[in-house]
């Protein structure tokens, strides 16, 4: 296992850093200083944290925390499947193998909500199944079972599609032209665009993230 990490809630006294939640999560990798990060979000199997140090795409860690009554010590294992640079800081999604922590999801509003969802600017070619044309999309996010993109022309509610990608980055868990299979949910006109809200099919876990997440995840 590459990274090891421990959890520990900040002082009310402390000055919080926006818009992360009041949660530190404490990263120790194999070689190097620990690495803090901050919670942005948390629901079910994922987590969005804020740090100031760059993580790579694909990087395995582990939460350890005492949890539960009477309290014991819990491990979490998790991957990066995403990662986006801002302005004097870095946001990681993490996915992590079982159901988060509850007291970091109790600690964030994102536990209201079923899945996160991760920006991303992917383009793509799209096709509604049994048909013959073929446009060019982009997507605009992703969550572990859904994706929203951006089409030219709107699509229909029920349609299923099928979006072909291929990942830009190349490692040992790295994967080849991708085809996602999804059933558009909703859609909304945006000036001369649509987008389109769509449901993976069962086995299509992160289809965006540039590594197989769940393939990572089973070997650590």
């Known amino acids: ?114 899945q996160l969802r991760f920006q991303t600017k992917i383009a793509a070619m799209m096709q509604v199944t049994g048909g013959n044309k073929v446009m060019p999309v982009t997507v605009l996010n992703y969550s572990r079972g859904g994706m929203c993109l951006q089409t030219p022309q709107p699509l229909t509610i029920g349609n299923e599609i099928e979006v072909r990608w291929t990942p830009s980055r190349q490692s040992a868990n790295s994967i080849s032209q991708q085809v996602v299979k999804a059933t558009v949910r909703w859609v909304t006109p945006i000036a001369t665009m649509s987008l389109a809200g769509c449901k993976m099919e069962s086995g299509n876990e992160y289809p965006f993230s540039e590594i197989d997440v769940i393939r990572t995840l089973k070997s650590g």
Do not use: Y
């Not at 499947?81 to 993490?94: D, F, I, K, S, Y």
């Open 1 to 114: 296992m590459a990274l090891s990490s421990t959890l520990r809630f900040r002082s009310s006294t402390e000055s919080p850093l926006p818009p992360a939640k009041n949660v530190e999560i404490i990263l120790h990798p194999r070689i190097g200083a620990p690495i803090q990060t901050n919670l942005v979000e948390a629901t079910g199997c994922d987590l969005q944290v804020r740090t100031a140090k760059s993580m790579s795409v694909g990087s395995c860690f582990q939460i350890i925390q005492m949890t539960g009554f009477p309290p014991e010590e819990r491990q979490w294992k998790g991957v990066v499947h995403w990662a986006a640079h801002r302005v004097g800081h870095c946001e990681l999604g993490l996915a992590l193998s079982t159901t988060a922590p509850p007291e970091t999801l109790i600690a964030s509003t994102g536990s209201f909500r079923r």
